[in-house]
């Protein structure tokens, strides 16, 4: 268990030195102590802004990420930038848009979604014909969807409205709107595409009343709001790969009491979940693993 706490050191005649972060490293009894920089006060005042928790987001990646944009905009330190955020709401969306990485495509990683068809919903459907599913991180949609048509496809009892959550407001209502290029609709073949969407013309396509009606969008940040239980399918794809590794350790553990004895979680992949067992889940195929 780590620990945090800063304080402010002052010296005599001058002002503010610095912030200090002390951390206290309970298993290791260890205590590393570093110095408050713009790149955390910047992270502060983002959680302050937004809600969101820049902290558990792995550091490289995220700083990087956010100094590009911001350089892009013609800034050039992050408190300019973040004074930038304040006041323009275009730059505000332009930054949230950048760093919770929206991209998403329909039945992403085609092999897995041949998983889930043949193995994984006949072995949950052996149990339980109606089944209560999350898709956790939906971006603008693409992943719910492809799960209803998967189950329309497969027959199964849709009584239950898929749950497709998300942090971004912005992406979920890109979802409810339902409207893709073409490009993204790759991995469907010719005829599935004429089943499930209106062809707009332009290369757009809209996907169809029938397929829409069985999602629920809702806003939901997995770093902070309470999880609904009793799940027998989570997926939550190319979502931790952002997170450090204790905060997706803790995502694991919250996922695996969301799901009832025997449910599923279906991970992105690039997202091995290696202590699986010790988190109380066994792996049912590669990416795909079962509560026990
Ligand atoms: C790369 S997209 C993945 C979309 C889809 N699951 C897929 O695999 O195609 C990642 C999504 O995770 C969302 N996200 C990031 N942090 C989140 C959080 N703390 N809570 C909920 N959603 C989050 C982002 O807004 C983004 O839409």
Not at 34 to 41: A, Q
Not at 74 to 90: H, K, P
Not at 110 to 122: A, C, D, F
Not at 129 to 150: F, N
Request: proline fraction near 2%; include cysteine.
């Amino acid at each position: 268990m780590i620990n945090n706490w800063q304080y402010k050191q002052y010296s005599t005649g001058v002002t503010v030195v610095s912030d200090v972060i002390v951390q206290y490293d309970g298993a290791k009894g260890v205590y590393t102590v570093s110095l408050v920089d713009d790149y955390d006060v910047f992270v502060k005042r983002v959680h302050i802004k937004s809600g969101l928790d820049l902290t558990n987001y792995k550091r490289p990646q995220m700083e990087r990420r956010i100094r590009t944009l911001m350089r892009s905009q013609g800034v050039n330190d992050l408190t300019a930038y973040f004074q930038l955020l304040e006041r323009d709401a275009n730059q505000y969306r332009k930054f949230i848009d950048h760093i919770t990485i929206n991209v998403s495509e329909f039945l992403r990683n085609p092999g897995q979604w041949e998983v889930l068809s043949q193995k994984i919903l006949p072995l949950l459907l052996k149990t339980n014909q109606r089944l209560k599913i999350w898709s956790a991180g939906c971006s603008t949609g693409e992943e719910p969807y492809s799960l209803v048509i998967t189950l329309l496809e497969s027959r199964c009892d849709l009584g239950n409205q898929v749950l497709a959550t998300d942090l971004d407001r912005e992406v979920l209502r890109k979802a409810q709107i339902g409207l893709y290029a073409a490009k993204s609709l790759a991995n469907f073949p010719a005829p599935l595409i004429k089943k499930y969407f209106e062809d707009q013309g332009g290369g757009y396509y809209r996907v169809k009343e029938m397929v829409k009606r069985h999602v629920k969008f809702q806003s939901h940040n997995l770093l902070k709001d309470r999880f609904e239980t009793g799940f027998d399918l989570i997926l939550c794809r190319n979502v931790v790969i952002y997170f450090t590794e204790e905060t997706k350790t803790l995502l694991y553990q919250r996922f695996c009491q969301a799901l009832c004895k025997g449910g599923i979680l279906f991970t992105g992949s690039t997202e091995q979940i290696f202590q699986a067992r010790e988190l109380g889940l066994n792996s049912a195929a590669t990416f795909f693993y079962q509560k026990a």
